[in-house]
């Protein structure tokens, strides 16, 4: 029987300097873009552009949490839906169980929606 191996902190010393690298990076990109670049401004560069349309009203006008509650349901449901990907493409090699698992997911997730439908979220005024 083999012993369990024991990782000792030095064991972590790469993924350390890789992580400082990479925020040192980030850290030091931005400073430089931020000394180097451009200070020009006026009204029509600080002005709203979306589309080539002017921008017309108060950008701090409410939304309808209904947009975002769309938003995030989609985006949850999208999410999931990427974890049945993996599983279609190993469907033979996962067998009986592996079905099994994704009934169990899929019909969790059709409890979710079916809750979703029945307090009413989708339906938009």
Known sequence: ???PTQYLPSDYL???IQLLAAVGFIVVTM???HAIGPKRHSKVKDDAFECGIESEGNARTPIS???FLI???????DVEIIFMYP???????????????????MGLLLTGFIYIIKKGVL???
Do not use: D
Not at 71 to 77: E, G, K, P, S
Not at 87 to 104: H, K, T
């Open 31 to 33: 400073l430089i873009t």
């Open 123 to 125: 339906k938009w005024e």
């Open 14 to 16: 790469p993924i350390l």
């Open 71 to 77: 938003a995030i349901l989609f985006v949850l449901f």
């Open 87 to 105: 599983w279609a493409v190993n469907f033979r090699a996962l067998g009986a169980p592996g079905f099994l698992e994704m009934i169990l997911f």
């Open 65 to 67: 949490i209904k947009y």
């Open 1 to 3: 029987m083999e012993t």
